[in-house]
C-alpha cells in the first residue's frame, strides 16, 4: 500500500502532487527546488545556495519517509543551462561520500517558478 510522505520540514508542492510516496520499501521523492521551507520564499542570490538548499529539501523529504541521502538508488537533475552543471554537480557531489547513486542530468526550457536547479530521488527506506 502506498503511503504520502510529508513534512513541514521541506516545502509544500506546488501543484497537484506529493512531496515523495513511499511504496514496498522504497520512496519516490518529488523534484525539489530551493524554497525555503520555513518562508515559502525562493533562495537563489547564488547557484551554490540554491544548489544546497534542493538538497536540503530533498534531505528533509526522505527522511520524513524513513530514509537519507546514503539510501538514494537514483537521481534525475534538471538544470535550466546545462552551463551551470560543474557548479551544481560539486555541490551535490559534497552530500555523498562513496557509492554514488545512478543519475542522470538535464538541461530544460524552464524549470517551476524560474529556478536553476531542480531534484528528484528514488531511494530505499
Not at 525555503?36 to 519517509?65: I, S
Request: no cysteine; aromatic share 8%; charged share 20%.
Amino acid at each position: 500500500m502506498k503511503q504520502i510522505i510529508r513534512t513541514n520540514s521541506a516545502p509544500a508542492p506546488i501543484g497537484p502532487y506529493n512531496q515523495a510516496v513511499a511504496f514496498n520499501g522504497m520512496v519516490y521523492a518529488s523534484g525539489q527546488i530551493a524554497i525555503n521551507p520555513e518562508t515559502g520564499v525562493l533562495e537563489m542570490d547564488t547557484l551554490q545556495e540554491e544548489a544546497h538548499l534542493v538538497m536540503k529539501n530533498l534531505e528533509a523529504v526522505l527522511k520524513a519517509a524513513g530514509s537519507d541521502l546514503s539510501k538514494i538508488i537514483k537521481t534525475s537533475i534538471f538544470l535550466s543551462d546545462m552551463a551551470l552543471f560543474q557548479e551544481v554537480n560539486e555541490v551535490y557531489g559534497s552530500y555523498f561520500e562513496k557509492d554514488f547513486p545512478a543519475r542522470e542530468t538535464v538541461a530544460v526550457k524552464g524549470l517551476p517558478k524560474g529556478v536553476n536547479v531542480e531534484i528528484s530521488a528514488i531511494a530505499a527506506i
